[in-house]
């Protein structure tokens, strides 16, 4: 069974504070994104890599960066959280092509204070 | 440039009731399109995909989507509403020359019983 898993549900950080985000999937995939959602809005890109250690900005990339030094892992770090990055942030991996299938993780919840 | 939009951010039915939920998408080119389901406190899983081989497309669950070029849609229905479908549904788009997955905003269908 493919699994993207998080590394947390939850979680709750101050203003100014660096966030990382992990995501790990154990499906060989080559590709991996880094998705918020916000009510209304739907899902929207930040990042997403095509490969090991190459990384491409989505639609909304500001006040993000990703890392991926291993296949299977890839990083979401806000370099200084702000309130307005209070969301919920889905990873997902594709095999290869975009009209793959996207398999997402449980996805967490961040607060910033 | 791609874009999908979802008629009615939200939908209740009664319980054996028909199930519509509307999509469009605007693509230059031949799209592949896709619904994705979110249970709650869940990520989004496949419910079916279109890839130009049948426009009538059957998914999991009972659902099923049908592509209309004319109208550039490619609304989901089920014949018969259940509770366990609550959920948040997501239609989106891509083109096989595109790297990215476009979303649409997603509508919260509720089933009463």
């Known amino acids: 069974d493919v699994k993207v898993t998080q590394s947390s549900r939850y979680l709750v950080k101050r203003t100014g504070e660096k966030v990382f985000l992990e995501c790990v999937q154990d499906?060989?995939?080559?590709?991996m994104f880094w998705y918020r959602q916000d009510p209304g809005l739907g899902l929207r890109l930040i990042y997403f890599?095509?490969?090991?250690?190459?990384?491409e900005k989505g639609d909304i990339p500001e006040g993000y960066s990703v890392s991926r030094e291993k296949k299977e892992r890839f990083s979401l770090i806000l370099e200084s959280a702000s309130t307005n990055q209070t969301s919920m942030y889905l990873c997902?991996?594709?095999?290869?092509?975009?009209?793959?299938?996207?398999?997402f993780g449980p996805g967490t919840r961040l607060t910033v204070l | 440039a791609q874009s999908v939009t979802q008629l009615g951010s939200h939908v209740s039915v009664s319980e054996g009731a028909l199930v519509l939920l509307r999509c469009n998408y605007s693509?230059?080119?031949?799209?592949?399109l896709f619904w994705y389901v979110q249970y709650p406190n869940q990520g989004l899983q496949l419910l079916l995909k279109?890839?130009?081989?049948?426009?009538l497309v059957k998914g999991i669950n009972g659902f099923e989507a049908e592509f209309k070029k004319s109208e550039t849609s490619f609304h989901l229905t089920k014949p018969s509403a259940h509770m366990s479908d609550a959920a948040e549904y997501f239609c989106?788009?891509?083109?096989?020359?595109?790297?990215?997955?476009?979303f649409g905003p997603g509508t919260s269908l509720s089933v009463i019983p």
């Open positions: 997902a991996s594709t095999f290869r092509l975009s009209t793959d299938t996207q398999y």
């Open positions: 499906m060989d995939h080559e590709n």
């Open positions: 890599s095509y490969d090991v250690k190459m990384k």
């Open positions: 693509s230059s080119v031949p799209p592949y």
């Open positions: 279109y890839t130009s081989a049948a426009t």
């Open positions: 989106a788009v891509t083109e096989t020359s595109y790297d990215k997955v476009i």
